[in-house]
């Protein structure tokens, strides 16, 4: 064999030993998932924003409580709000449907159907797991709370202890200069 053969078949097996080790070396690599963010972390490292997706209506038990068939499509949405969908093809149907993500909290999601037979309502379809507010309230307070809740009302004896209101001056000013006194123009002609 020529060196010149040799040469060549050196190189060719350098390629080839290069090609391998760069195929094995592709196998150890973070595939394009470990870059994603849509695990809780991205590489494992860094936890990203996760915007608040609010979306429908809070429908709860209290609220399924009080509405009853025979109650009118008026005194339903009195009670429940606007249907987040009405559909055009099914008139007699409203959906009420409710999703939450937080960050922080356990996504949540409801539907609820109402069917309507002309203007009264026929049948309510509601899972039985609907929260009551408290439970709603806590299962999307994120916030580390301790103690007590705050103090929302005064009793009336705290009222009755407050200062009485200062008098204010008067908001409209005191006209400067002359005040004049125009006809009304539909006296001129």
């Not at 709603?136 to 009755?160: D, H, W, Y």
Request: charged share 25%; glycine share 8%.
């Amino acid at each position: 064999m020529s060196l010149k053969s040799q040469i060549a078949l050196i190189a060719r097996l350098g390629v080839a030993i290069g090609g391998l080790a760069s195929l094995g070396a592709c196998s150890q690599m973070p595939t394009f998932d470990a870059f994603s963010v849509s695990g809780d972390k991205v590489l494992g490292l860094v936890r990203p924003y996760r915007v608040e997706i609010v979306q429908g209506n809070v429908v709860t038990k209290e609220q399924i409580e009080r509405i009853k068939p025979g109650m009118t499509r008026a005194q339903v949405r009195d009670q429940l709000g606007s249907p987040l969908l009405t559909d055009v093809f099914h008139e007699t149907r409203w959906d009420y449907i409710f999703t939450i993500r937080r960050q922080g909290a356990a996504p949540q999601n409801r539907h609820i159907q109402l069917t309507f037979d002309g203007d009264q309502l026929a049948k309510i379809d509601a899972p039985g797991d609907l929260p009551t507010e408290n439970e709603f309230i806590a299962a999307i307070n994120t916030a580390k709370v301790s103690g007590k809740a705050p103090k929302l009302e005064m009793t009336e004896e705290e009222r009755k202890a407050l200062p009485p209101p200062v008098k204010q001056a008067s908001a409209t000013p005191e006209p400067v200069g002359p005040v004049r006194d125009y006809p009304p123009l539909e006296a001129r002609r």
